[in-house]
């Protein structure tokens, strides 16, 4: 079981971002699933998360309005748009399978002019 991040960088505020999430190793159209972020100093915290069937969506309300989550259960991929990027949305962003309770490396982002 294995989930993979990619996307991540350095972004002016008022930038945009778009996160991958590579799953593989098990049934990844059957489980909902979840981005997460920790900042320097501060505790993981979660940011979004979709359910298996991709009708349902929750977001942090740090967020809403700003990030989209979703996911191509033919491609394994779940994404995270973020958009109007903020100094304080800086921190490493991690992709989760809550119910497997598998977490992925991280992808750093950085958000500063």
């Known amino acids: 079981v294995q989930l993979v991040e990619s996307g991540g960088g350095l972004v002016q505020p008022g930038g945009s971002l778009r996160l991958s999430c590579a799953a593989s190793g098990f049934t990844f159209s059957s489980y909902d699933m979840s981005w997460h972020r920790q900042a320097p100093g501060k505790e993981r915290e979660l940011v979004a998360v979709i359910n298996s069937v991709a009708w349902w969506t929750n977001y942090a309300d740090s967020v809403k309005g700003r990030f989209t989550i979703s996911r191509d259960n033919v491609k394994n991929t779940v994404y995270l748009q973020m958009n109007n990027l903020k100094p304080e949305d800086t921190a490493v962003y991690y992709c989760?399978?809550?119910?497997?309770?598998?977490w992925g490396q991280g992808t750093q982002v950085t958000v500063s002019s």
């Open positions: 989760k399978c809550p119910s497997r309770n598998v």
